[in-house]
């Protein structure tokens, strides 16, 4: 279940929080795949409708501040799929 869904004017994004030390854990990275591959799935149909596309975004938690901007965590944290 990811911690937070949001949409800006370019994307639908699918965020998530950790705590750094967790950031590459197994189990943490299997997720953040399965998740980016969603993401490019549904970007693919909801482009396809004329919707936006969808990132998903593995934020470690002390990235989260409140100086910072949903844009500069997805252009720093975005997951893509492989």
Request: glycine residues 6%.
């Amino acid at each position: 279940m990811p911690d937070f869904v949001a949409a800006t004017a370019d994307h639908n994004l699918i965020i998530e929080t950790k705590a750094t030390k967790d950031m590459e854990a197994g189990d943490v990275k299997a997720k953040a795949g399965a998740a980016a591959t969603w993401c490019k799935n549904a970007s693919e149909y909801s482009q396809a409708q004329g919707g936006k596309p969808w990132k998903y975004l593995l934020v470690p938690h002390d990235a989260v501040a409140h100086n910072a901007t949903v844009s500069a965590l997805a252009g720093m944290y975005v997951v893509a799929s492989s």
